[in-house]
């Protein structure tokens, strides 16, 4: 599986997309990919720049070079057992997407269960809605970014060891711009909503 698998198969007349999903997915069954299905459709809806829902409605297209080509690297990165969240990007936790990458962990549901165990402890104790939290290897940033929407007046500290999750954790604040504003320091972004990015807070540990 070294060579691309559909280097072979560029010479076949593919009758549409739906006939090339469904090789793609015997092709992952048979590298024992799990969810095969939903591996293929999801980086299909990506070549397309689609929502997953929408996939069926170009089943019937023919294949252009460009989306075969695409697909091609794609499905061939998640044959070398790349995540599949690395080859889209981006993922989604609770009810928004956040850029993913190498260099942080990726959101799992586990991490949807510790926000949501906070916000349950956060409601059931009265505390006033201007507290402050810190997010220790903060990663992507999706638990900060869950509080600041979720807590629209609290106060935020997002750290990380990492430079690669703390750009990733940035790019992710920044998605929603509408939380942030930029400081003077180019490391601290914080707005009306307090959610801030402390890259500095750990610099020290060298010294």
């Not at 591996?39 to 023919?62: E, G």
């Not at 906070?118 to 992507?140: C, H, L, Q, R, V």
Request: proline share 3%; charged share 25%.
């Amino acid at each position: 599986m070294g060579d691309s698998w559909l280097v072979k198969l560029k010479t076949k007349n593919w009758n549409s997309i739906k006939e090339l999903l469904n090789v793609a997915i015997q092709i992952l069954e048979k590298a024992n990919i799990d969810d095969a299905k939903q591996n293929v459709n999801l980086i299909a809806s990506k070549v397309f720049n689609i929502s997953y829902t929408q996939l069926p409605l170009h089943w019937q297209k023919p294949v252009s070079d460009s989306f075969l080509n695409d697909f091609d690297s794609m499905i061939n990165r998640r044959l070398a057992h790349e995540p599949l969240q690395y080859i889209l990007g981006e993922w989604c936790f609770l009810d928004f997407e956040v850029n993913v990458g190498e260099g942080a962990l990726i959101p799992r549901p586990e991490t949807e269960e510790v926000f949501l165990a906070a916000e349950k402890a956060i409601k059931a104790n009265s505390i006033k809605p201007d507290f402050y939290f810190a997010d220790i290897g903060t990663g992507t940033g999706v638990l900060g970014l869950a509080m600041a929407r979720y807590f629209q007046e609290s106060i935020g500290y997002l750290v990380d060891v990492s430079d690669k999750a703390l750009e990733i954790a940035k790019s992710n604040l920044l998605k929603y711009s509408e939380l942030l504003i930029q400081s003077n320091d180019e490391n601290y972004f914080y707005s009306n909503r307090h959610c801030e990015l402390l890259k500095e807070a750990w610099q020290s540990r060298e010294k």
